[in-house]
T-cell receptor
Framework: QQQVKQSPQSLIVQKGGISIINCAYE??????FPWYQQFPGKGPALLIA?????SEKKEGRFTISFNKSAKQFSLHIMDSQPGDSATYFC????????????FGKGTSLLVTP | EAGVTQSPTHLIKTRGQQVTLRCSPI?????VYWYQQALGLGLQFLLW???????NRGNFPPRFSGRQFPNYSSELNVNALELEDSALYLC?????????????FGDGTRLSIL
């Protein structure tokens, strides 16, 4: 049973555009929501993370928007660059499971020149 | 600062064999997590070790097991290998269960079962 649902599965964005990836969850006990970026042949790298007491968090070109009532959160990549082409995973975790990550299925992002 | 290191990088086994994968966490990290990234199934949580103890496991059969050593490094053992065990096995570490996150991943061990 997929605890975190991610969409879209793939995304093509032109250089300079905004990439938006969405995730939804059901378990209201989740209290930590990270996003990871993965390049081929590499492990996932933490991009940015948010807790449910905050509605938005920005780090450079990456922004997480969090809607607690809707149980949804999204990643926005501003001014997308070809180097951002990678697979992005959202995840959710909770303290009583030691923050074991429940991942979405991933979004393959291609930024065209 | 060295990141999470995993060995070996690639491994080929046949059905029924046993395999051991190794992980060294970031210095100062006491929690180690194991994940399986199989084609079509995404990233799935396998096991969590903290301070030498298994604290939680995901929905995997008992033939997946492991341990954590006093230096916080960890091993993942898989017995009676099946074709469906072909996957990238990822290890992540974090400072400990009291701080929980963030988890930093190694580049994984690619396991192929023939």
């Amino acid at each position: 049973q997929q605890q975190v649902k991610q969409s879209p599965q793939s995304l093509i964005v032109q250089k300079g555009g905004i990439s938006i990836i969405n995730c939804a969850y059901e378990n209201t006990a989740f209290d930590y929501f990270p996003w990871y970026q993965q390049f081929p042949g590499k492990g996932p790298a933490l991009l940015i993370a948010i807790r449910p007491d905050v509605s938005e968090k920005k780090e450079g070109r990456f922004t997480i928007s969090f809607n607690k009532s809707a149980k949804q959160f999204s990643l926005h990549i501003m001014d997308s660059q070809p180097g951002d082409s990678a697979t992005y995973f959202c995840a959710a975790s909770r303290a009583n499971s030691g923050y074991a990550l429940n991942f979405g299925k991933g979004t393959s992002l291609l930024v065209t020149p | 600062e060295a990141g999470v290191t995993q060995s070996p990088t690639h491994l080929i086994k046949t059905r029924g064999q046993q395999v051991t994968l190794r992980c060294s966490p970031i210095s100062g990290h006491t929690s180690v997590y194991w994940y399986q990234q199989a084609l079509g199934l995404g990233l799935q949580f396998l096991l969590w070790y903290d301070e030498g103890e298994e604290r939680n496991r995901g929905n995997f059969p008992p033939r997946f097991s492991g341990r954590q050593f006093p230096n916080y490094s960890s091993e993942l053992n898989v017995n009676a290998l099946e074709l469906e065990d072909s996957a990238l096995y990822l290890c992540a570490s974090s400072p400990g269960q009291t701080s929980g996150q963030p988890q930093h991943f190694g580049d994984g061990t690619r396991l192929s079962i023939l």
